[in-house]
């Protein structure tokens, strides 16, 4: 096998974005225009920080279906206390606190009491949306100190500088799957929890460890949503999961634990960016472009499974 056919087969996603990209560049001539680029890097910023925390969870065999919600709490809690106090630093603290308590209470719950990580999430998605509403009262919450304004708007080489943050959330991230013990026992939990146990891994802190992360992305990504709209919304992640599990399915992602990156959830995430920049600027109806956005997502998911499963025979 050609080095060229064994990458493609690593990274299934990658002749999708090479026929989206000469798609839309041949139906629009504004698609491949700095502007757009950096409207594609804010619309898709958060989405990428919290696929990230959701690739660690899908890699351990488990779902996080409170991540969206917990983002929207994070970046709630945060507002309220940049609100009433005029610092960044302490709305920071506060929205990484919250989405590090959820995070230990999915882990908990899932690793060393064994619940169902669907039910258990599910559970604490509504808990996180319930607080959202009732401290914002159900409107956005405003207030929000200049220096984090300012830092939404700030380009760093060109690049937006939340994008920024979320790429070095991918690089760290990708790192400690790739180079410490800890990357290697979460794929091996994921490929066999058995062994990962016999092996003497701590099992359940490995796998509580993924929960944690995924809510502390929750409330990076959450910080970054005011950082990009302005205000602090309590539905802010409303139409997020979807998406966040789209990107890491769609870069090739096992949902079943113990196959996948870190860099193929990028590759999963610009999918559908890429997709929805194209179809706005096609004036496709929203309603329309969630049909193909489904379509793509069950074709390039086959597609993935199918170049996985040929390259590990």
Partial sequence: MSSYLKFVKNYPSLPIIAVLLVLFSSLSPYFFTAGNAESIMLANTVILIAAVGMTLVF????????IATVISVTAVVGGVVMASTGSVFLGTCAALTVGLLFGLLNGICIGYFGLNPFITTMGTALIARGI????????????TPDALLDFGFELIWGI????IVAILVVVISALAMSQTTWGRQVMLFGSNREAARYCGINT???EMSVYVISGLLAGI??????????NALPGVGDTLLLLIIGGVVLGGTHMNGGEGSI???????????????????????FYDQLIVQGVLIFIGYCLAMKLSNSNSR
């Fill in 204 to 206: 359940r802190l490995i």
């Fill in 59 to 66: 890699l351990t065999g488990g779902i996080d279906l409170s």
């Fill in 132 to 143: 959202a509403f009732t401290l914002s009262e159900g409107i956005a919450v405003k207030g």
């Fill in 160 to 163: 937006p500088s939340i994008t």
């Fill in 263 to 285: 860099f193929r959830t990028v590759l999963g995430v610009a999918i559908l960016a890429i997709l929805t920049s194209g179809l706005n600027l096609m004036g496709i109806p």
């Fill in 221 to 230: 990504a959450g910080m970054m949503s005011i950082a990009n709209l302005g």
